[in-house]
């Protein structure tokens, strides 16, 4: 198997629900219980927003840069991973063994393909954008002699913290100038989910007082504050720190890949913005589970559900429910290409959902992995989430310990018409191309 697939299948699996080898993973760092934090609970916007979705492999890194170089005063990003575009460089990264990832120090100033790598050395450098990052740590090491970009950066003064709150950092999400304009998305900073993969997302802005937006910052700087500051591997010479900080080099060229086109997939979606969008969202593990499922039940007639996974047997279960006892009308899209023991889980739930009459399809072959994470209710509201329905991402109960499978994530709920037959039209494409999985069998 090609190294950098088997990485991609182990992060896939770390980010699902179950402890696979024991229960002590490598990106694991919580200290204590977690308690589910009572006002971290669902907030609705009193003003309406601007939302600008976007997905990959179409525009999401285009938007992202549009974003980054778009900053004046800040940065805050959260991500699960931060990973070169360059295979070797980011080599056992993400894999729970300790040795070894980075690549030379002069690679990364002409040589890295990343181009958010690119912009927020740009931000910081040119326009003294003060930038923290937020990430986990998959307690891998950095080759001696060698870097790796989280270091090139935290030489740079931007902050980097590593994660700790609760078992896996799974939000994809991003604000600047304090709120000026806010990303989530299933994103994670990895080529192939920006380039290969379905993925989706939304650019919040018009609305910096949106209650919503205040409580995605209040659990970002709770995080923020009980993180771990990011420890060098290596200690740089002055040499090398100089090398790394030199001035002479800016601004970064930023080389917008030309876009790998995806034979049949729509790749002339422009960016666009969408007025008057209510909103609402939540975050993950707190308060989520009782949210989401109480979300389910207010179902009236309609779900759509474009999704990279289903392995909760429960949630499959509640899908099950809302046709046969509520008589909602159920259509599905999931991920034809998923990691590992998640097929296990998957697949399972998939022919319960067949064989009671639901309609599912799992997604174009010529999609790495469809990961995008939305559903539509009601042909009313569009609810989109950096997680999926997954055990470790809505996970059950009030209180979390350390190697319990709780995620951090978050979800944001938009109300708008033209927004919600923009989502639905993407569904319907990706539908189109997408196959049956054949009833009761
Ligand atoms: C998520 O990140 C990993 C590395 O951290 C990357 O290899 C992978 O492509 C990403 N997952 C998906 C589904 O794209
Ligand atoms: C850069 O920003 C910081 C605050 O983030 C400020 O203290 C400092 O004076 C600024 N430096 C320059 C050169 O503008
Ligand atoms: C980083 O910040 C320190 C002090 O806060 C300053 O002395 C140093 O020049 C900065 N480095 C860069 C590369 O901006
Ligand atoms: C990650 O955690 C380990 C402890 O498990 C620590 O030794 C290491 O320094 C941390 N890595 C970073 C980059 O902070
Ligand atoms: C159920 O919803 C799907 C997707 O929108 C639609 O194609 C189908 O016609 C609907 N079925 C019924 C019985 O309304
Ligand atoms: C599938 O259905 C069977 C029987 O109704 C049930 O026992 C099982 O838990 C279900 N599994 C999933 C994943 O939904």
């Not at 900080?245 to 002339?268: H, L, M």
Request: with cysteine; charged share 20%.
């Amino acid at each position: 198997m090609h190294c950098s697939r088997h990485f991609l299948l182990l992060l896939l699996i770390a980010a699902l629900p179950f402890p696979l080898e024991g229960n002590s993973h490598c990106f694991d760092h919580q200290i204590g219980k977690y308690h589910a934090n009572s006002e971290f609970v669902s907030k609705t916007c009193s003003q309406s927003c601007t939302v600008m979705p976007f997905f990959s492999p179409d525009n999401a890194l285009e938007a992202h840069l549009n974003l980054f170089e778009e900053a004046q005063e800040s940065i805050t990003i959260v991500n699960p991973t931060f990973e070169s575009w360059d295979p070797t460089c980011s080599h056992n990264h993400n894999q729970c063994t300790k040795c070894c990832t980075g690549c030379d120090i002069s690679y990364y100033r002409t040589g890295e393909g990343f181009p958010v790598f690119a912009a927020l050395l740009n931000a910081i450098n040119l326009r003294n954008v003060s930038i923290r990052i937020l990430t986990n740590n998959y307690s891998s090491t950095t080759w001696p002699e060698k870097a790796t970009m989280l270091d090139w950066l935290a030489v740079n003064n931007i902050s980097v913290r590593m994660y700790k709150t609760t078992y896996f950092l799974h939000a994809k999400y991003a604000f600047i100038d304090g709120g000026k304009k806010t990303l989530i998305s299933s994103v994670n900073y990895s080529k192939t989910s920006f380039m290969k993969n379905r993925e989706s997302g939304v650019i919040i802005s018009q609305c910096s007082d949106c209650e919503t937006l205040k409580l995605y910052q209040t659990v970002f700087e709770s995080d923020w504050e009980i993180a771990d500051p990011y420890v060098f591997d290596n200690q740089y010479t002055d040499d090398q720190l100089k090398s790394m900080r030199d001035p002479a080099f800016y601004p970064y060229p930023i080389v917008k890949p030309p876009g790998e086109r995806v034979p049949d997939i729509q790749t002339t979606m422009a960016l666009q913005d969408f007025n008057d969008v209510q909103i609402s969202g939540y975050v993950a593990p707190d308060n989520a589970r009782k949210t989401f499922m109480g979300s389910l039940q207010n179902i009236q007639s309609k779900l759509i559900v474009h999704i990279y996974a289903i392995t909760s047997a429960k949630i499959c279960k509640e899908i099950v429910d809302l046709k046969n006892t509520n008589g909602i009308n159920v259509t599905l899209l999931v991920s034809w290409n998923t990691a590992g023991a998640v097929k296990k889980y998957t697949e399972h739930c998939y022919r319960n959902l067949t064989n009671n009459g639901i309609t599912i399809r799992k997604s174009s072959h010529s999609f790495l992995f469809s990961h995008q994470k939305y559903w539509i209710i009601d042909d009313k509201e569009v609810h989109l989430s950096t997680g999926n329905w997954a055990e470790s991402d809505f996970p059950i109960g009030k209180e979390w310990p350390p190697s319990k499978a709780a995620n951090r994530d978050m979800l944001v709920i938009m109300q708008n018409p033209s927004l919600v037959k923009f989502y639905g039209d993407v569904f319907e494409h990706d539908f189109k191309l997408g196959n049956d999985i054949p009833g009761g069998q």
